[in-house]
């Protein structure tokens, strides 16, 4: 009996162990990437929180006194004082940057870890670049590309308290709605804050500390509000623009050159008259570039037409993503890039160059 004991003891011991490990492996994650939780119950069972903000310089908080000012900044300390619910931030955001460049960085990303919200914050850079339709068209790819990525993410999209071009507005309200998105409208909000526009930002355009509170806590009220209305996450639904999937390339590999060298990983040319061009196939171009202090302009002909005059001058070097053009028809086409040695910079005695990587083309 005492030799059956004791070996009974062992096999006991081992069972319960495999029997707790195996139910340490069903149980539920309490904190972590499980993307079966969405962001309202994350939220209601106090978890962390991972979002993610693809925007321009509002969107990165650009005219805040301070980092801790920035939107985001305040409604992570607004989440945690109150809530005691910590937000960690992810970002795709560039000053001066339009949806399709969004979409083309968020394109090339390699790592995309989990997400429970996604801001969105574009539409005062593009009404410069292109017209409401190539704006509704790549917003929306944009959208249905964040959303591929991560399925289960809330989606916010935010009106931007500087943009004055109505259709533009009215586009994002309508993708919103579309796409089951919260939609900030931070215009009405501004104009009934009491404040004028002067106080609540730093140049007329980019919101200052105060003006970033009223983002943070309209975002704040917007998201308690789905709570207890009970609002679901949304699943993808069809496209409304016909052209709205798109997938973006580079191409690196120029036809002709002509003025232009190698250097620094950019075809550059400071020569009036210097030319490159690259043939591709593709209803919709862009270009890679560095605009910097020293940036000049540069004139853009697509298949012997002349169709836009860039502007690579920026008080900081940066590489940029510009939107050229969209709707070309069919088949195969040439765009030829000529430096025209004018430059937008306050010196004009400085040399200006043009710096080209690649086209961007679907």
């Known amino acids: 009996m005492k030799k059956n004991a004791k070996s009974f003891i062992p096999f006991a011991a081992i069972a319960t162990i495999l029997l707790i490990s195996y139910a340490l492996q069903k149980a539920p994650k309490t904190y972590g990437s499980d993307d079966s939780v969405n962001v309202y119950q994350r939220f209601q069972t106090g978890q962390p929180i991972q979002y ?33 619910i910590p937000l960690h931030g992810d970002y795709v955001v560039q000053s001066g940057s339009t949806a399709f460049e969004g979409l083309f960085k968020l394109s090339q990303r390699r790592q995309h870890d989990h997400k429970d919200l996604i801001f969105f914050i574009f539409g005062e850079n593009d009404r410069k670049y292109m017209n409401v339709d190539d704006f509704t068209m790549t917003y929306e790819a944009l959208i249905r590309k964040a959303k591929r990525l991560h399925p289960n993410a809330e989606l916010f999209t935010i ?22 998105a919260t939609n900030v409208d931070m215009r009405p909000i501004f104009k009934d804050s009491g404040y004028t526009e002067k106080q609540l930002t730093k140049d007329m355009v980019h919101p200052n500390g105060l003006g970033y ?51 620094g990983g950019y075809f550059t040319s400071s020569e009036k008259g210097s030319v490159i061009e ?10 890679k570039l560095l605009r910097s202090p020293d940036g000049g302009e540069v004139k853009v002909w697509i298949d012997g037409n002349e169709t836009t005059t860039l502007n690579t ?6 590489e940029r993503y510009l939107f050229v053009t969209n709707g070309l028809p069919p088949g195969s086409h040439t765009v030829r890039f000529e430096v025209t040695g004018r430059t937008k910079a306050m010196d004009l005695t400085i040399i200006p160059y043009v710096r080209i990587a690649s086209i961007i083309t679907n």
């Open 52 to 84: 993610l903000v693809i925007g321009d310089s509002i969107g990165r908080g650009s005219g805040a006194e301070n980092p801790n000012l920035t939107w985001f900044k305040q409604l992570e300390n607004k989440m945690i004082e109150t809530n005691d």
């Open 159 to 180: 009106t931007e308290s500087s943009l004055k071009y109505e259709e533009f507005a009215s586009a994002i309200g309508l993708l919103s709605k579309h796409y089951g």
């Open 213 to 263: 509170k009223l983002y943070a806590n309209a975002i704040y009220e917007r998201f308690l509000d789905n709570i207890k209305r009970g609002k679901t996450v949304a699943n993808l639904p069809s496209k409304l623009h016909a052209h709205s999937d798109i997938k973006l390339s580079e191409i690196d590999h120029y036809e002709k050159m002509n003025g232009f060298r190698p250097r």
């Open 278 to 287: 690259y043939n591709f196939n593709g209803s919709i171009l862009g270009v």
């Open 313 to 318: 001058w920026w008080p900081f070097a940066r």
